[in-house]
């Protein structure tokens, strides 16, 4: 499990620089059993409101590239 959390924050930190540019970052919670990887919007993408679509087109999508077994992400503060 330790080496899939690696893998994961391998491929945020790949989309970080954007997010950042943008003044927001986001945070891995956690990997549950089913593969779905929980995050924690930070900064302006907290309140942004496109970070849902940020988030299933731009963090999912990079995840899903570099974890394979991943089925889903979710953001745990975003309504």
């Known amino acids: 499990m330790i080496q899939l959390l690696e893998r994961v924050e391998t491929a945020l ?8 540019a943008d003044g ?3 945070k891995l919670v956690e990997v549950t059993d089913q ?7 930070l900064g302006n993408c907290g309140s942004c ?9 731009g963090v999912e999508d990079a995840i ?3 974890v394979p077994e991943i089925t889903s992400v979710q953001a745990v503060n975003v309504a």
């Open 64 to 66: 899903k590239r570099a």
């Open 13 to 20: 930190d790949s989309i970080r620089p954007y997010l950042e």
């Open 49 to 57: 409101p496109m970070s849902a679509m940020t988030l299933k087109a």
């Open 35 to 41: 593969m779905v990887v929980k995050l924690e919007l």
């Open 24 to 26: 927001g970052n986001v």
